[in-house]
C-alpha cells in the first residue's frame, strides 16, 4: 500500500500548498484552517473527475442490464434445471450486449484504497509522534513551525484537530489547545452527516435505477443500502475528522453527480402506463430500436428448425386431409351413394337426385292406387 500512501499525499499536500498561499499561513476563521479543509476537497476533486468515466459506464451498464431483464427471465425459465448451461447463456447475453453486472461495485472497489492511504495517511499526524513526521513527503516536524507536520497537527476545526477522533481522550488534546467537548459535537455531527449521505447516495441510485431482476444482485444492492451505514454507526468513532469531511464531501460529490448522470441517462420505462413518446421524435425512434432488438433477441432464442423436440413435449394433432374428389371422364362427379336407413337418409343427395327420388316415390304410389280401385 506504499504507493498509495504516497500518491494520496502527495495530492493532498499540492492541494495545501495551493490554498496556503491563498489563506496565507497562520490564517484563520472560526477557528478552522481552511488550508486544510480545501486541500482534503480537493483530493475528492481530483477523485472524482478520475472516476468520472467509470461511472458512467457503470450507469450504461445498468441500463443495459435492465433491457436484458426480460431475456434473464424467459433464460431462467428455460433452463431452471441446468444451471451450468444457464450461466453460460447469460453470459453469452451478456457479452452480445456489452452488459458487466460487476460493473455496480468497481467505483466502489476502486475507492477503497484512496480511503485507506487517506486514513493511514491523516491518522499519523499527533502532538506525542516525533520520529517519521517526514514520510510520504511531508515536511517534517523538524523544518519549522510551518511544516507540513506541525501545521497539520495544530489545525482545527471549530476548535476540534483534524487528526482527533470521537474517542481520542482529552488528555492528549489539551496539548493542542483543544478538548474532547469540542471535539464529541464536530466530530458527532460530521459522523451523523457521513452516515446519512451514504444511505441518500445509495438509495438515490437503487430508486432511479431499480431492484435488480436477480436474486444475488438485489441481496448486494440490500446490503449497501442498509448494512454500510450501520456498520458505520460502530466505526465512525475511530474516524479522523480529516477522514470523516472526506467521506462526507466525498458522498455529496456522489450526489450531484449521480443526479446529473441518472438525467442524462434515465432508467427505461417500467410501467405500461407511461405516455408513448411522440412519433418522430429522438425518444420514439429510441423506442423503435429497442423493440427491433428484442425481436432479434427473441428470435435468436427460439428453437432453431429441425431441432429434436425437448423430452415430454407432445406433437400437435395433425388435421384430417380432405379425400380427393374424383372426376369422371365428362368432368363431372359421379353419384354420391344413397345413405341407407335413418332419418336422415338421402341429405347428402343433389337437388336433381332429391327430385327424381320423389318422382319415383309419387309414381309408385299412385300405381298403388291404380290396382286397389
Not at 52 to 74: G, N, Y
Not at 164 to 184: H, I, N, Q, R
Amino acid at each position: 500500500m506504499e504507493w498509495a500512501y504516497d500518491g494520496v499525499s502527495w495530492v493532498l499536500l499540492r492541494w495545501h500548498d495551493l490554498w496556503t498561499k491563498v489563506f496565507g499561513s497562520d490564517n484563520g476563521f472560526l477557528d478552522t484552517d481552511w488550508a486544510w479543509v480545501l486541500a482534503i476537497i480537493g483530493v475528492v476533486l481530483t477523485l472524482r473527475i478520475i472516476l468520472f468515466p467509470l461511472f458512467v459506464k457503470q450507469i450504461q451498464s445498468q441500463r443495459a442490464m435492465q433491457k436484458l431483464a426480460p431475456e434473464i427471465k424467459a433464460l431462467q425459465e428455460r433452463y431452471k434445471g441446468d444451471r451450468e448451461t444457464l450461466q453460460k447463456e447469460m453470459m453469452e447475453l451478456y457479452r452480445k450486449e456489452k452488459a458487466n453486472p460487476l460493473m455496480g461495485c468497481l467505483p466502489i472497489l476502486i475507492q477503497m484504497p484512496v480511503f485507506l492511504a487517506l486514513f493511514h495517511v491523516l491518522r499519523r499526524p499527533d502532538p506525542t509522534q516525533q520520529k517519521f513526521t517526514d514520510s510520504y513527503g511531508w515536511s517534517g516536524i523538524d523544518a519549522g513551525p510551518l511544516s507540513d507536520w506541525n501545521s497539520y497537527v495544530h489545525a482545527k476545526l471549530f476548535g476540534a484537530p483534524f487528526w482527533s477522533t470521537f474517542l481520542t481522550p482529552g488528555s492528549e488534546l489539551e496539548k493542542v489547545g483543544s478538548s474532547a467537548l469540542d471535539v464529541k459535537l464536530v466530530a458527532g455531527i460530521l459522523g451523523a452527516t457521513m452516515i446519512l449521505t451514504t444511505y441518500l447516495t445509495t438509495r438515490q441510485m437503487i430508486l432511479k435505477t431499480g431492484w435488480n431482476e436477480d436474486p444475488n444482485q438485489r441481496m448486494i444492492q440490500k446490503v449497501m443500502l442498509y448494512g454500510i451505514p450501520v456498520i458505520m454507526i460502530f466505526s465512525a468513532g475511530a474516524f479522523p475528522i480529516g477522514v470523516v469531511i472526506y467521506w462526507t464531501v466525498n458522498n455529496l460529490f456522489s450526489l450531484a453527480q449521480q443526479q446529473y448522470v441518472l438525467h442524462k441517462y434515465p432508467p427505461p420505462a417500467q410501467n405500461s402506463a407511461t405516455k408513448p413518446p411522440k412519433p418522430g421524435s429522438k425518444a420514439h425512434e429510441k423506442m423503435l430500436e429497442e423493440q427491433r432488438e428484442a425481436e432479434q433477441r427473441r428470435k435468436e432464442l427460439a428453437p432453431k428448425p429441425g431441432s429434436k423436440p425437448k423430452p415430454g413435449a407432445k406433437a400437435k394433432p395433425s388435421s384430417p386431409k380432405k379425400p380427393e374428389s374424383v372426376t369422371d371422364a365428362n368432368g363431372s362427379e359421379p353419384p354420391k351413394p344413397e345413405a341407407k336407413g335413418g332419418p336422415g337418409a338421402g341429405k347428402n343427395l343433389s337437388r336433381a337426385e332429391r327430385i327424381a327420388r320423389a318422382k319415383k316415390v309419387s309414381g309408385a304410389q299412385q300405381a298403388s292406387k291404380k290396382k286397389k280401385g
